[in-house]
């Protein structure tokens, strides 16, 4: 079945600490998005990536980076200047197309910094 | 600016209609979004309506779209304790065809 991985599920992460969370599609999906989920907040959008080595700040990338080396994979880095990593990490993805351009979603990740 | 709003919690009574509510600023919405997350999950796909579309029916959900109004709903009929989520609309404008436009969710509450 096609779909969206994202690992791990739970993760627990020092103050200081770089941690990167995987995303993997096997849907042949063009673009690929990281956001951010907080209690009350929505989604908010980090990095996205419209095609392999090439992708765009989101609103609230700061502290993060990412890569896109193969269309499959898009993973994302949260690094030791994010001030307040705690959060549910959510990643999707798309074809670029005209229409409704659907985004699938993974089953997210949570980070908790100790 | 762009901007979508929705109402934070509805809590309903299990087999009566759950209604809720979305609306957007900016009149050049091209396509709009019903996103159910169950708690822990990812989001999933409910139902979208172009902007072209006053209504659209799907089994047990039902859209309505009122453009003058920009104000867009999600009809639940006959709701279930697994229609318990958080219900996210979302809006793609014109202008700005690489993202969406998030509301921050409508927690559902069913009650048996």
């Known amino acids: 079945d096609g779909g969206i991985t994202q690992s791990p599920k739970y993760l627990f992460r020092k103050e200081g600490q770089n941690v990167t969370l995987s995303c993997e599609q096997n849907?042949?999906?063009?673009?690929m998005y990281w956001y951010r989920q907080d209690p009350g907040q929505g989604l908010r959008l980090i990095y996205y990536?419209?095609?392999?080595?090439?992708?765009q700040k989101g609103d609230i990338a700061e502290g993060y980076s990412v890569s896109r080396e193969k269309k499959e994979s898009f993973p994302l880095t949260v690094t030791s200047a994010q001030k307040n990593p705690t959060a549910f990490y959510l990643c999707?993805?798309?074809?670029?197309?005209?229409?409704?351009?659907?985004?699938?979603f993974g089953a997210g990740s949570r980070l908790t910094v100790l | 600016g762009e901007d979508v709003e929705q109402s934070l919690f509805l809590s309903v009574r299990e087999g009566d209609s759950s209604v809720i509510n979305c609306t957007y600023t900016d009149s050049s919405s091209t396509y709009l979004y019903w996103y159910k997350q169950e708690p822990g999950a990812g989001l999933q796909l409910l139902t979208y309506i172009f902007s072209n579309m006053d209504m659209k029916q799907d089994q047990r959900l039902t859209v309505l779209l009122n453009k003058k109004d920009k104000h867009l709903s999600l009809r639940i009929a006959d709701t279930q304790t697994g229609d318990s989520a958080i219900y996210f609309c979302a809006a793609r404008f014109a202008g700005n065809n690489r993202k969406l436009i998030w509301g921050l969710g409508t927690s559902l509450a069913v009650n048996p």
């Open positions: 849907l042949n999906h063009d673009a």
């Open positions: 990536s419209q095609i392999v080595n090439d992708f």
């Open positions: 999707a993805s798309k074809v670029i197309r005209s229409g409704a351009n659907v985004l699938t």
